[in-house]
Structures are given as structure tokens and as C-alpha cells.
């Protein structure tokens, strides 16, 4: 049959009809470990009753009402968010892209008001990912997804990844801001160091400029805390969420403090949908859960679990796997055959990974993981390496054989 989707996707040959927590259930039946969560978005699972609960009770009142009149899910939500991190004001929009948008124009404008619009290029990292849209394609400044589209849009400079010195040999009179992943998702899990953070930090406060962080893969409790930034010391000027921000429901959020927003005054952005009654009825009811005693407890005491667990898989198959690496439930397997290769022999052994840049395995479980399936993960992961190590000739071979017998002794 063939397809009147846009072929931008090279999308595996399985639909799946139904989820249930960490399960996602295809339309023949078979249960699928979803160690993906929709790219990091599902982080409350499939199906999660509270979610449930707040969207067919919005849904039963009134959806949109469009940003002409106050809408009090907002207020509340943005209240929330703002109590919960160093932020005191937040624009709501549809997309990590989105958010990131406003995140960038939000750093200009500050400029622009405080008298140096000529300020307005802002420093990124190599291998960085912070959307589709022209102006975020730029600050990612990656080649192969800017090929054909045309001028990059202008006001990026991309310095080499964890290098200071360029950092602040790329510092100028024409700079406004930095930007970040505190941990660089789509380019393979990499952790940015704390020191790096806190240098960038002093070197914003230096030159009057504002530190950006593009939380929208790791924001909302993926990396053990509720944002990754609050692992460490360093807070930003402005932040961009999204991803589990809605729990699998479109939102993105900007989060900045007052004196960052500083030119963001009545019509300076906006958005049709941007925090509409609907999205953050539901975004309140991801706060409940993941705002309740004990919720980052779970997910911390969870991934250690998970990491250990981890590692010995990585010791019992050396030929397959050269690093476990991430915090909290953001996790990457660097692998030594191709990361496609691990994936698919996931899929195989009925569990879905995603891969990502510098040949990772992403394994990305909802936070609500119980630990039997924790065990189930490793149980399949397991199967999946053997199965791998056996069509791995050579040395890879022979170290694959050593792995399936430390696995037996292991049992
Ligand atoms: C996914 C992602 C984006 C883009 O989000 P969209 O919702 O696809 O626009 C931006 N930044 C980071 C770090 C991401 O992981």
C-alpha cells in the first residue's frame, strides 16, 4: 500500500494499537517493552489514569479558548513550574522547536532592551540538537539537516564540544547568549560536565550574557531530578521544555526568569494553541504525579538499579558494548557493532531502544519503570547481545563466546 505520509521518516514496519504503562501492545497482540517512551515524551507510561482522568474531564468542558482571555490551567501550571526552578515567568507553546524559538527571540530582545541590539549571535556546541525549524536548525548547526534549505539563518556560532578556550575566543561584541543541552540527547547521551556548566556560567555573568539550557529532552524528571541543571549549582537564564512536559499530549514550555524576559512585553511572541485549557489540564496532571513525595526517589533509586544492571551487561559482552553512559533514566549504550544493529535485535527480543549520534542505544523507560521490568529490560537486552554475539566473527566472536558463558554461570 503505498504511503501519502511525507517520506521524511524511515519508520519501522510496526503499528502499535494500545498502551499500558511501560507496554505498548501491537495490533496482533504482542507486548513490546517501550524502553523508548516516544523519544523520552511518555514519561508517566501509556495509558496512566491520572492523565486519563484530567484530559476527558477538560475535554468535557472546554478545549481552547485561544490567548485573547486568561486561562486559569495556565497560571496554574505555569506557577508550578516556576516554584519548582529558578524561573518567575513562562511562555507555553506546542513543540520543543517552539520552545527553543522562544528561548532564542527571548535572549535577543533582552539585548534589544537593555540598548545592545547589536547584540544578538549566540554560542552553540557542536553536535548539538534543538529542533526543525530554520532559526533552531542553525543553532544546531548540523550539516546533514541543514543541506538544501537554503541560507542558514544568521546569529550562531558553534564551538567544538566541552572547549572552553573557543568558547571564549567565540565571545564578542555581537553575542547575546550560550546555549546547551545539559546532557546532548540526540548526539549520544553525552554528559556535560559540571565544571563546564559553572565555567560558562561565570563567562555569561563576565560579558552580560544569558545562559540558555535546552531541557526539552532532559527536563521533567528523566535525569533523577525535575531538570538536569539541578544535579549541580548552575541555574540558566532561560530554559526550554517540552518533550514529557505533557506526557504524550503537544507542549512546550520557555521558562525564563523576570530580569531575562525583560523585552518580552505585550505582543512581542505568541502562539494560536500555546497553552490551551486541554494541554495543560493534562500538563497539571503530570505535575501531580511527578510532583508527589517520593516521585524522583523512584526514578533515582530506579536508574541505579538500571545502571548496575547495566554495567554487567557491558562487562559480559565487551565485544558489544563499550559504554554505559547518562543520568537517571536518560541512558546511552555506546556500541561497538552498529547502534542500528543492537536496536533491531532489541526489537527482535520484543523491547524498543532508539538510537542516537556517535553510534548510542538510547534506552529511555518511562519513570514510572516498576523494577521487575527493569529485570525484564536486562532480561531482553541479554538475549539481544547473545543473539548479536553470535553473528559477530573473529575476536568479537571469541569474546562473544566468553559472554555467553559468563552469562550462563550468571543465571
Ligand atoms: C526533541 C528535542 C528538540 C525538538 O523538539 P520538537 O518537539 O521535535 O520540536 C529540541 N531540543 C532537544 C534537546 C530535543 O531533544
Redo the contacts with the bound molecule.
Sequence with gaps: MTSHLLPTYARVNLAFERGEGAWLIAANGERYLDFTSG??VNALGHAHPRLLAALAEQAGKVWHVSNLYEIPQAERVARRLCQASFADVVFFCN??????ECAIKTARKYQSANDAPERYRIITFEG??????LA?LAAGGQKKYLDGFGPVVDGFDQVPFGDLDATKRAIGSETAAILI?PI???SGVRVVALSFLRALRAQCDRHGLLLIF?????GMGRTGELFAYQRGDVKPDIM?L??ALGGGF?L?ACLATSAAAKGMTVGSHGSTFGGNPLAMSVANAVLDVMLAPGFLDHVQRIALLFKQRLAEIKDRYPALIAEVRGEGLLIGLRALVPAGNLVDALRAEKMIAVAAGDNVVRLLPPLIVSEQEIAEGIARLDRACARLQRAVPGDAGVAAAAGERNRETAR
Design positions: 523519544v523520552a513543540s520543543g522547536a517552539e520552545a527553543m548539538a540538537f534543538h529542533g526543525r525549524t533552531t543541552e546532548m540527547g540526540e535546552d531541557e526539552v529532552q532532559t526550554a517540552a518533550k503537544p512546550g
